[in-house]
């Protein structure tokens, strides 16, 4: 029997693998990819309390973490792309600086 | 006073980089590339795909024509002529015969100078067929190209009949031609001509008035008629800037003088009007190639040639309109050896393939494969 | 009841899997024969009678050669990607109704593998699995050409993806359901093809059909004229044999689906019309091959035809005409649906 | 059963394909685990019953932001690999522990959830929400949460216009 407790704990290990690739890599692309899998954690607690409870909200907010990851994509890769036709890295090391 | 390595160093590193700088993309086009034509290479820098320089390379059909035509007898040289232009062999063999027979002051008979605009008109309109063929197939319109090379098999199966050859024709003498037209040849030419005027109206019907077609060529590769003049086009790659230059009228040579023809001219100086006007040409051609043959002169097909043919010392340059452009032979006769001295050509798919680099700048790669087709060269003639 | 929930699902699955193989397979032929015809040819005509038996040849031919894995190129993923391309295209058929249930050996057995709930929207997101095939082959190739292509290839593909999508909303709100079945069940309950009730839709539908399935006029990513063959330069044998039945699979998987969204899917010519019932002695999944092969003469026919797109008009057609005219038709749609 | 193998394997496949994500070195690579970790979760929520959300999770996600990466990952074109300048002053292994603290915070969560017992029970076999999953979300997005979802549409937009800022050279 699959209790919600699987899914939690589940959930938490790809959200502590995300958090680990966020410390501890320093290529900024990996850094957003590891982002993407804690905000892919956040929604597999979402949606299993969703089945749990039967109510669709969980679904819905499931939707919306998708529609804020797709913006922070986005915004995020442009800037990767700006920083690095300056700087030709992507090391995040490097991105001391708050100006160009 | 060039700049040297040192200097081009030091500019280097003087010019500041722009702020939002994207790694260029060097792209070596060719030689092995299906849409340069043979052997042309073009090495593109790109940004995106957008063209910010070129360099054309060429030289790899180099045979050295012109030296070695300066070791065979006069009439051996014709064979070799065959070989630069080998879409419009004919056209070369007229040029040349017409230059040595400039340079002995022979006079050709009526009857040969007929033939000759006839079969240097067959060949504009094969010539203009392999162009229509493979620049259509380049802007990805596949089927004109088998509809095109249809009619390109007919005029190389008359050109068979006349002399044997489909390709390499070797179909004129100094001072005329070596055979006359075959019996009923004639009908079969003015047979073709009917079909072809019908076929040209198939090709504006898949092309001129496309939507896609337009997009692709209107606007693309403008040049201006003196950027034209200056950089020394020729043929309808100058006449689709909108100049009415065409040898054929401004220096009649063989018949034209007495055919009635027009020269079609663009408006623009795009891809657009520079296929307009070879599309004209085929009409033109028809019409040339039907007073030709309808008013052929009875008579000899050869004048009077001395058996060992040996010009006068002395130099001359003659250029006649092959379907690229102007074809010119300059040769150098010492007045004492069977060969010529010295052996030039000015070839115009050389000299039209200067404008290239000129023209595909700020285009996009797929522009470029139009443009190279839009010039219409032969890497044979280029190269020699 | 092993019976109806495994073995029948299986073998349909099976025969669809064969039947598409094949029916690429001799795609194949059809594409070469059509444009031979076209350009006053005959095409292949040497293997078997009137060349039927070329694609064999071919297949024979492409599995005998030489598998080139460039030295440089990530081989992992260079393995990978005509896998990539080829999975989606096969999976898609998992949710296409070639056929009402009918009775076979005393069982009502559905002409279709499945009917899932949100099944245009599957069909709609496999597909946009098998553009990373593109993208990874051109980069994996290590090669100039290739790359250029599959940046060429994603771009348009994404653009045409949203175009097309928004044809499908508005084809989803005609409908009021995603399921594949219901929505020919819908069309016929209306007694009309979705086509006439949405022609706009339907015209922006094939034509960001064409550009998704990379076919001309928008073949420019694979364009031999200018980047000599696109992503699959590199490629040879099987692997290169991968992208080519991918991308005619392709073809009759957008044939097919546009056969289900607008001209009825099974149905027969005027569903409603009692006049015409003699028709329904042809049986309802010929009707649906029919239709579907009519689409693919049609790409073939636009194939010989036309000339190609440049990439950056390709883009502008798509983002600034056939994006807004969808978004259109949108707005139009819930107008009239509203006031209805 | 049938339901916990298929559990088991799905989540093997999603936090096998996380770790590779994350300690992959080339870019490529990891932006192809990250797909497939997508694709594994999609699985998950078809698991749940949410259809809806197993799609637009392929279609957003793994057909849509995951293939801007690979763009940029391609665009980006590195001569010198990412990690090699080390920063002297970083510490990565202070950023692990943290790690480790949140996972140990979580999995405090977790045991303490397990105590007190789960208020309703899973019947999801055959309900609406399984059934008309499409319907209902749809309806929940229009209805309750209108203003939500328009604000997500706004955001979208921003982030449109944001990024075609960025990305162009000059405007």
Redesign the interface.
């Known amino acids: 029997?699959?209790?919600?407790?699987?899914?939690?704990?589940?959930s938490?290990?790809?959200?502590?693998?995300?958090?680990?690739?966020?410390?501890?890599?320093?290529?900024?692309?990996?850094i957003?990819?590891?982002i993407?899998?804690i905000l892919?954690a956040v929604?597999?607690n979402l949606?299993?309390f969703?089945?749990?409870?039967?109510?669709?909200?969980g679904?819905?907010f499931?939707?919306?973490v998708?529609?804020?990851?797709?913006?922070?994509?986005?915004?995020g890769?442009?800037?990767?792309?700006?920083f690095?036709?300056?700087k030709?890295?992507?090391?995040?090391?490097?991105m001391?600086v708050m100006r160009? | 006073m060039g700049v040297g390595p040192h200097e081009k160093v030091k500019m280097e590193a003087t010019t500041p980089r722009p702020?939002?700088?994207?790694e260029e993309l060097v792209i070596n086009m060719g030689p092995q590339h299906p849409s340069t034509h043979g052997v042309l290479r073009v090495v593109l820098r790109l940004d995106g795909e957008k063209v910010v320089d070129s360099d054309v390379i060429i030289g790899y059909l180099h045979r050295g024509i012109e030296k070695l035509s300066e070791n065979r007898n006069w009439t051996q040289i014709i064979l070799l002529t065959d070989r630069m232009d080998y879409i419009a062999a004919a056209t070369s063999n007229v040029g040349y015969c017409q230059t040595v027979e400039k340079l002995m002051a022979l006079e050709v008979p009526r009857r040969a100078q007929y033939i000759r605009t006839a079969l240097c008109e067959l060949q504009r309109i094969a010539s203009h067929c392999l162009w229509l063929g493979t620049h259509a197939m380049d802007i990805g319109a596949m089927t004109v190209f088998l509809y095109a090379f249809r009619e390109r098999e007919l005029i190389l199966d008359l050109f068979e009949e006349y002399c044997g050859a489909r390709l390499t024709y070797n179909s004129m003498r100094i001072g005329g031609l070596p055979l006359d037209i075959p019996s009923g040849w004639d009908k079969k030419v003015l047979a073709f001509c009917d079909i072809q005027m019908q076929k040209v109206d198939e090709y504006e019907e898949l092309l001129t008035n496309n939507r896609i077609w337009l997009e692709r060529t209107r606007d693309i590769g403008v040049i201006s008629a003196r950027d034209a003049t200056a950089i020394g086009l020729s043929g309808p790659a100058l006449r689709g800037s909108g100049v009415p230059r065409d040898i054929r009228k401004d220096e009649p040579y063989a018949a034209y003088s007495e055919m009635k023809f027009d020269v079609p001219i663009g408006t623009r100086g795009d891809t657009y009007d520079r296929y307009l006007v070879r599309l004209e040409e085929f009409r033109q051609s028809v019409r040339i190639i039907r007073q030709a043959i309808e008013g052929l002169p009875e008579g000899p097909i050869i004048g009077k040639v001395p058996r060992l043919i040996k010009p006068p010392a002395g130099e001359t340059y003659h250029a006649i309109e092959s379907p690229k452009g102007e074809i010119g032979f300059f040769i150098v006769s010492d007045g004492k050896s069977t060969n010529p001295y010295r052996f030039r050509v000015r070839p115009p798919s050389f000299c039209n393939l200067q404008a290239l680099s000129r023209l595909i700048k700020g285009h996009l790669v797929a522009d470029v494969v139009a443009l190279i087709g839009s010039i219409d060269i032969v890497l044979g003639e280029v190269d020699r | 009841m092993i019976i109806d929930t495994y073995v029948i699902p299986l073998l349909k699955i099976l025969i669809v899997l064969n039947a598409t193989l094949v029916g690429v397979t001799f795609m194949v032929l059809l594409e070469r024969k059509v444009i031979a015809w076209v350009q006053v040819r005959l095409g292949p005509m040497r293997v078997g009678p009137y060349g039927i038996l070329q694609p064999i040849a071919d297949a024979v031919k492409l599995l005998l050669k030489e598998d080139i894995t460039p030295a440089r190129a990530d081989k992992w993923v260079f393995t990978a990607a005509p896998i990539i391309v080829m999975v989606p295209a096969l999976i898609t058929f998992a949710v296409i109704p070639f056929g009402p249930a009918v009775r076979l050996f005393g069982r009502d057995v559905p002409l279709y593998i499945t009917d899932i709930n949100v099944g245009l929207l599957y069909i709609v997101s496999v597909a946009s699995i098998g553009v990373y095939g593109i993208i990874l082959g051109g980069w994996a190739s290590n090669s100039k050409y290739p790359l250029l292509a599959s940046l060429r290839a994603s771009a348009q593909l994404i653009s045409y993806e949203v175009a097309v999508t928004m044809t499908l909303v508005s084809l989803i709100m005609t409908a009021g359901t995603l399921s594949m079945v219901k929505i020919v069940e819908s069309q016929y309950m209306a007694g009309v093809w979705y086509a006439f009730v949405q022609p706009v839709a339907f015209v922006v539908f094939f034509i960001g059909a064409l550009a998704e399935t990379n076919r001309a006029p928008f073949d420019m990513a694979e364009a031999e004229q200018e980047l000599t063959g696109g992503f699959h330069t590199e490629y040879s044998g099987m692997r290169f044999a991968l992208f080519f039945l991918a991308e005619y699979a392709n073809m009759i998987v957008i044939s097919s689906v546009s056969t289900t969204l607008f001209l009825g899917g099974w149905l027969r010519p005027f569903p409603n019309v009692a006049a015409l019932s003699f028709l329904d002695f042809v049986p309802a999944w010929i009707w649906f091959l029919l239709k579907t092969f009519a689409f693919l003469y049609v790409f073939l026919w636009v194939r010989a035809t036309l000339p190609r797109y440049r990439y950056d008009q390709l883009m502008r057609l798509g983002w600034k005409v056939l994006i807004p005219i969808a978004i259109a038709n949108i707005i139009v749609t819930g107008i009239v649906k509203v006031a209805l | 059963m049938g339901?916990?193998i298929a559990?088991y394997v799905i989540?093997a496949l999603?936090?096998g394909f996380?770790?590779l994500?994350?300690t992959t070195r080339n870019?490529v690579h990891?932006?192809l685990f990250?797909v497939l970790?997508?694709l594994a979760?999609a699985a998950?929520?078809v698991l749940?019953?949410?259809q809806?959300?197993a799609v637009?999770?392929i279609l957003?996600?793994a057909g849509?932001?995951v293939v801007?990466?690979l763009?940029?990952?391609m665009?980006?074109n590195?001569?010198?690999p990412?990690?090699?300048?080390?920063?002297p002053h970083?510490r990565?292994s202070?950023?692990?522990s943290?790690?480790?603290l949140?996972?140990a915070e979580?999995?405090a969560?977790?045991v303490y959830?397990?105590l007190t017992p789960?208020?309703?029970a899973?019947?999801?076999e055959g309900?609406d929400?399984a059934v008309n999953?499409v319907e209902?979300?749809g309806?929940?997005?229009y209805t309750?949460?209108l203003i939500?979802?328009e604000v997500?549409?706004m955001?979208?937009l921003?982030?449109?216009i944001?990024?075609?800022?960025?990305?162009k050279r000059e405007l």
């Open positions: 029997m699959i209790t919600p407790t699987h899914y939690m704990v589940l938490a290990a790809l959200f502590m693998i995300g958090v680990i690739g966020v410390m501890v890599r320093r290529n900024i692309i990996v957003f990819m590891s993407e899998l892919n929604n597999i949606v299993a969703s089945y749990q409870l039967q109510n669709g909200i679904q819905v499931a939707i919306f998708i529609a804020v990851a797709a913006a922070e994509a986005a915004v890769l442009g800037i990767i792309l700006a690095y036709r300056n030709e890295t992507i090391n995040i090391d490097e001391s160009w | 702020a939002f700088d994207t | 339901e916990a559990f989540s999603i936090l996380a770790v994500v994350i870019t990891s932006v990250l970790n997508f979760v998950l929520y749940l019953t949410a809806f959300l637009i999770q957003v996600y849509g932001i801007l990466y763009f940029v990952v665009l980006v590195l001569k010198r990412p990690e090699v300048h080390a920063d970083r990565s202070l950023g692990f943290l790690s480790v949140v996972l979580l999995a969560i977790v959830g397990r789960a208020p309703v899973a019947t999801a309900t929400l999953n209902r979300i309806y929940l997005l309750d949460y939500p979802f997500a549409s955001l979208l921003v982030a449109m944001g990024a075609i800022v960025l990305a």
